[in-house]
């Protein structure tokens, strides 16, 4: 199978996946015990509105139309609209989707700076006390839930070092004194772009705890996956021939291993995106960051289906073709792991 | 650019960004910069002179939103903010006012000997913020509108026909006498919006969704970020005028987290928080002479159904035995930190018909165990099921106090919360439904005979809301004449049909809680309006102390 | 053709082996042994929860106004909680559905998942296609995503927040379990049993599925700590355990209103659930060390 091959049967395995998806999310959103048009208008409705919605919404026909009808409706990027809002899904997630992405963002960024040297340290040092302190840190960075994480960052710097602000994602009063001027959506970037210091300060101090309780879990998982993959690399043959050769054991480290292990370190980043993704749920709502998290939280618990489904929805499909890069970034660096 | 590729472009931009793991150069795409244009008046502020004095603005942090923009369907917290865009054509004024009502969009009205017809003599010269004029078709059209397709469109049920005699005057037509100007000053599907506006939805079923709105009030929407601020300025022409010190902006922070509230108002981000403080906080506030702390009465009230078609429910002895078991305070105690008091059956403290000659149950075991013993289930020895709404705090902290105290006299009581649609649900199935449901309730509109004493207690074959079954013929009576005469007339009616209600227990009448507001001696005009119960602030009223 | 006889004794040597060698390592690593003396003392305090919590009742939920918000004491070593109630005893009653409940999560999504796996690896062909497509569409979603979103379809409470796990947990070990049997197949003792006869279901059973033991403990292992994470989690979101039972993620997510003046509420549950997540996952990576030595040589 050549590399072309390749890409299109992952791009058509892909769609499949994606067409079930769409059926999956359906489905679970039918389960939804109650009544939704009641949901709609509240609990007050009378039972003409209840019936005037349920048309309006769709609900009166059958499961299969109602399928169609919503392919339909999807394939035009319309996600149906929220129960809870009022307004239509897609808007909702695109409203929200900046804070999401800078928080999940800065978080990844933060586990990678943090747990890739983690891991080729440890690799280097293999069963010295180095490796013995990398593997208690990241385990302990995969076992700390993000709820409690969140919670104890917010005593300790917020209550008793008054260090950082307990919640939120700028001060209140910053758009009084310096604006920010929205580009990106991303504030830090939004704010650096226009040189505005202040805000970026405060865009920084704001950002900061939500991203390290994010970054924790991936930080424990990158550096061990990190770990694995560059002991893996050192094992080869070609890193054995490099030492023979009495090349230095910190350049083989360095730069044989690590440039050979950056293609298992893109898996890594593939499957900690899952794990960020419903990282930030938790940590939206701790830090009352505006994002798709707490939106997804409040339709979740309001029993919102058309927003639960397009956030699902909307998830895994960010999530397969998250793979699907990572999949094909990997035949492009290494053709010999993807194409067995 | 159609929505197909705009969500497309979008997902594409996440996932390159993520897998750059960097700023995405593309991420100036449409929808980015959709969102920021809504902001556009406020990054524009640094241009204007120094010279120029910068706008007053009001700072509030709120937990609430808004769950739709159109004035016809609101029926949610969104009446946080609605009396300042729109008015209707009057408000109804706190208990213990000079006046009744305040004259908004009406200047004056009267009615027939037999309360069945009203004229309202609109105020002339008044524009809604897109610019059309204010006339009695408007009105005529906004009513309907409400009464045909609105969220709280019930509460229009007595009215028959509505004539537009002229530009300024509207004359309603009722089937039955009733207490109308509390429906007139409803904080739901009584305001009145631009004819203009109203065709735009009718032909463009999307027209609100763009958070937008077409009022009256005396500010108007510059911007919404969902989860995050909302903005509203001044609207420069309105009919009342404006006084130095009234604010010209007034920027809301949507803040779910009570604590963060705090946080805000102590360090200064916040001029106003909506009235949900931590009750632990307010010492601090009261012995702080920088802020003025407000307790009075609220719109709420905590009670629950028993299901009478469930036996041993059916039996009154055994439902006044219970309701004999309620600690209530405890429940007080904890559910609110002390800030309520015992309710009177399900009618707040000064709303209408609410009467001090109502009875209470009192904390006491002994006569419930006596009860049920002469009911005959001595020691209790039958087991109930509890549900309440779950995302309640309060209800979820004294829920388990009823348990407790339940099982002194030989109940056991299993809990289970519920979404409220769920719990609803579940009432609603009859005899094979819940025993005890715990509910927060509050009317539609000031008057909680035609609601709370209706809608909780009066007997339907089928109810929507009357989870009890309980079907007593005086009570059906009396709610039958009382909901179809004027006020002073009804007054008398209610007090003995409560009393009939307490007395036989269909429900358990637990606390009202108070509503608390911390105001900063910074800012001066605020008066608590308890028929406007989501409303926290009238931002008119309002004006800088600094 | 020789080894016929040998067929059925060589994997189970290689268990037993392979067990006494993993207690003698674990019983040499000083951060395994603590890990699994931290997992057995969790699993007896579960089980004996009503004897050993100081105020038993008061752990199952049972209310105590006057002691409302109490400070740690000698009484109350880890405070009382807004009703009254003794935090430790909550804490220690509610390691049973902590426990137990991730147990049979994990019991359920291998029984579904391990079998499923087996018979994609040995079949091959269409059965293989179709079971790992459907694999595919469940691991389309991040798992707790998933679980999220039948959680608060199914409506609250344990059993279902338990239930939606299973279904979002079991292609993991599908997945797994194929990617042995594809390399058991090659091996002799399989290829010898099919040749004289061996039906299929009996392959499966008595050749590939207790083979597939040891990568599934160790997989096993490590998502108990995940999964007691996820239960933790949707209970802290209102999508697990419904009080007043006692949770650690429920208990944590009740004391959050609070954490700024009466953090103690908050604060001893999420040390439990840190603790035994911890003591899982190392354990779990030791094992993984064992069991997978050219990873870790």
Redesign the interface.
């Known amino acids: 199978m050549n590399k072309f091959e390749f890409i299109l049967r992952r791009l058509f395995?892909s769609i499949?996946?994606?067409i079930?998806?769409s059926i999956?999310?359906f489905l679970?959103?039918r389960?939804?015990?109650?009544?939704a048009a009641?949901?709609y208008?509240?609990?007050?409705?009378?039972?003409e509105?209840i019936a005037?919605v349920t048309k309006q919404l769709g609900l009166d026909k059958p499961l299969p139309v109602q399928y169609a009808v919503y392919m339909n409706e999807l394939?035009?990027?319309?996600l149906g609209?929220s129960l809870?809002?009022?307004?239509?899904v897609?808007?909702?997630i695109?409203?929200?989707?900046?804070?999401t992405?800078e928080l999940?963002?800065s978080g990844?960024?933060l586990a990678?700076l943090i747990g890739v040297p983690l891991g080729v340290l440890s690799a280097r040092w293999?069963g010295k006390p180095l490796d013995?302190g990398v593997?208690?840190i990241s385990?302990?960075g995969?076992?700390?839930?993000?709820?409690?994480l969140g919670?104890?960052l917010?005593?300790f710097f917020?209550?008793d070092l008054h260090l950082l602000p307990?919640?939120?994602?700028v001060?209140?009063?910053l758009?009084?004194t310096s604006?920010?001027?929205?580009?990106?959506?991303?504030f830090l970037?939004d704010s650096l772009l226009t040189r505005n210091w202040v805000a970026f300060k405060d865009v920084f101090l704001h950002l900061f705890l939500p991203s390290v309780t994010l970054a924790a879990y991936s930080i424990g998982l990158i550096a061990?996956m990190t770990r694995?993959s560059m002991?893996?690399m050192l094992?080869q043959d070609y890193i054995r021939t490099a030492r023979a050769y009495g090349v230095r054991d910190a350049v083989i480290t360095y730069l044989y291993a690590l440039k050979n292990a950056l293609s298992p370190t893109l898996t890594i980043?593939g499957i900690t995106?899952?794990?960020a993704?419903?990282g930030t749920?938790?940590v939206e709502?701790?830090f009352?960051w505006?994002?798709l998290g707490?939106?997804?939280?409040r339709s979740?618990?309001?029993?919102d289906?058309p927003a639960?489904m397009g956030?699902?929805l909307?998830?895994?499909?960010?999530?397969?073709?998250?793979n699907l890069?990572?999949d094909l970034?990997q035949a492009w660096i290494d053709p010999r792991i993807s194409l067995k | 650019m159609n929505k197909k590729s705009i969500f497309f472009t979008l997902l594409m931009v996440a996932v390159l960004s993520l897998s750059a793991c960097g700023p995405a150069p593309t991420a100036t795409q449409p929808p980015a910069t959709q969102i920021s244009a809504t902001q556009v008046p406020a990054t524009a502020a640094p241009t204007v002179p120094p010279t120029a004095t910068p706008p007053l603005v009001l700072k509030v942090a709120s937990t609430a939103s808004f769950e739709t923009f159109d004035p016809i369907a609101s029926f949610s917290v969104e009446a946080a903010y609605m009396p300042n865009l729109y008015e209707g054509l009057l408000r109804v004024n706190p208990p213990g006012s000079a006046e009744k009502y305040m004259p908004l969009l009406a200047t004056s009205w009267e009615t027939s000997t037999d309360s069945l017809t009203w004229t309202f003599h609109l105020r002339e010269g008044v524009k809604f913020h897109d610019g059309e004029p204010l006339t009695a078709a408007a009105v005529k059209q906004s009513i309907e509108a409400a009464k045909d397709h609105g969220g709280a469109g019930f509460i229009w049920a007595p009215v028959d026909s509505i004539d537009a005699v002229d530009a300024s005057t509207v004359v309603f037509h009722l089937k039955y006498a009733t207490a109308f100007e509390l429906i007139v000053g409803s904080t739901y599907a009584a305001w009145i919006v631009s004819p203009k506006a109203l065709d735009a939805f009718a032909a463009d079923a999307t027209y609100w969704e763009k958070g937008v709105e077409a009022g009256t009030g005396p500010y108007m929407l510059e911007s919404y970020t969902p989860d995050a601020e909302i903005v509203f300025t001044k609207n420069p022409d309105y009919w009342g005028g404006w006084t130095a010190g009234q604010y010209d902006k007034v920027v809301v922070s949507i803040v779910p987290e009570a604590t963060t509230q705090q946080q805000m108002l102590e360090g200064g981000q916040a001029d106003l928080v909506c009235a949900c403080l931590p009750t632990e906080s307010l010492p601090a506030f009261e012995s702080n002479s920088n802020y003025t702390v407000i307790k009075d009465k609220s719109f709420f009230n905590y009670i629950a159904w028993f299901n009478t078609l469930r036996p041993p429910l059916d039996n009154v002895k055994v439902r006044q035995a219970l309701s004999y078991a309620i600690p209530y305070q405890d429940i007080i105690t904890i559910a609110v930190g002390g800030l309520g008091t015992q309710s009177r059956g399900p009618v707040p403290t000064g709303v209408f018909p609410w009467s001090p000659d109502v009875n209470q149950y009192t904390y006491d075991l002994v006569k419930a165990k006596v009860l049920l013993k002469e009911a005959g289930h001595d020691g209790g020895g039958f087991s109930m099921k509890l549900t309440y709404t779950a995302s309640n705090p309060a209800e979820a902290l004294f829920a388990p106090l009823i348990k407790d105290s339940f099982a002194q006299v030989g109940v056991d009581v299993t809990i289970e919360p519920l979404k409220l649609a769920e719990q609803l649900a579940l009432g609603r199935r009859g005899a094979t439904g819940e025993d005890m449901s715990l509910m927060l309730y509050w009317p539609t509109y000031a008057d909680a005979g035609v609601d709370n004493l209706w809608s909780l207690f009066y007997y339907t074959a089928k109810p929507s809301w009357n989870l009890s079954y309980w079907n007593n013929p005086d009570y059906q009576s009396l709610i039958d004449k009382a909901t179809t005469s004027d006020q002073a007339t009804a007054q008398p009616l209610y007090t003995e049909a409560l009393n009939i209600l307490v007395d036989q227990a269909p429900g358990v009448f637990f606390y009202e809680p108070l509503s608390v507001f911390v105001i900063p001696n910074t800012v001066a005009g605020f008066q608590y309006n308890i028929n406007y119960p989501f409303t926290y602030y009238f931002f008119y009223n309002l004006h800088s102390a600094k | 053709m020789t080894a016929i006889p040998d067929l059925t004794i060589e994997p189970e040597v290689q268990s037993t082996r392979t067990f006494r060698h993993v207690l003698n390592v674990i019983v040499r690593d000083p951060l395994s042994l603590a890990s699994t003396i931290v997992i057995i003392l969790f699993i007896l305090i579960a089980i004996f929860a009503k004897q050993i919590a100081p105020y038993p009742l008061e752990g199952a939920g049972k209310t105590n106004v006057s002691n409302s918000m109490l400070p740690p004491s000698w009484e109350h070593p880890f405070g009382a909680d807004k009703l009254g109630r003794d935090v430790l005893s909550r804490v220690i009653v509610g390691a049973q559905p902590a426990l137990i409940i991730p147990i049979g999560v994990v019991l359920f999504a291998v029984l579904i998942g391990a079998p499923l796996g087996a018979l994609a690896g040995y079949k091959g062909g269409w059965v293989d296609e179709l079971i790992m497509r459907i694999t595919d569409l469940f691991l389309a979603f991040p798992s707790l995503l998933l679980a999220m979103a039948i959680a608060s379809a199914l409506g609250r409470g344990l059993e279902k927040a338990a239930f939606a796990l299973v279904i979002s947990w079991w292609p993991w070990y599908t997945r797994l379990v194929r990617g042995v049997t594809l390399s058991l197949k090659e091996r002799y003792f399989v290829e010898a049993a099919k040749a004289i006869g061996v039906r299929d279901s009996v392959i499966i059973l008595r050749h590939i599925l207790p083979n597939t033991i040891s990568p599934i403990l160790v997989q096993a292992t490590v998502d108990l700590g995940t999964v007691i994470l996820a239960m933790g989690g949707l209970a802290f979101l209102g999508l697990g355990t419904q009080p007043p039972s006692p949770d650690w993620g429920l208990m944590v997510s009740e004391g959050r209103t609070y954490i700024l003046t009466q953090g103690w509420i908050s604060t001893f549950p999420g040390i439990a659930i840190f603790v035994v997540v911890l003591a899982f996952n190392l354990l779990g990576d030791t094992l993984r060390d064992i069991f997978d030595p050219r990873q870790y040589r």
């Open positions: 395995t499949i996946v994606l079930g998806v999956m999310t679970i959103a389960v939804v015990p109650s009544n009641e949901l208008i509240g609990p007050k409705a009378r039972p509105d005037r394939l035009h990027g319309d609209l809870g809002t009022k307004r239509p897609l808007t909702e695109r409203d929200r989707l900046p804070a992405l999940l963002l990844m960024f990678v293999q013995t593997r208690i385990i302990m995969v076992s700390m839930p993000a709820f409690f919670l104890l917010q005593i917020f209550r307990l919640a939120a994602r001060n209140g009063n758009r009084f604006p920010i001027v929205e580009m990106t959506g991303f970037i061990r694995a002991l893996e094992e980043i995106f899952a794990y993704l419903t749920f938790f709502v701790i009352n505006p994002g707490q939106f997804t939280v979740l618990l309001g029993l289906y639960i956030i699902t909307f998830g895994a499909v960010g999530y397969v073709l998250i890069i990572v970034l």
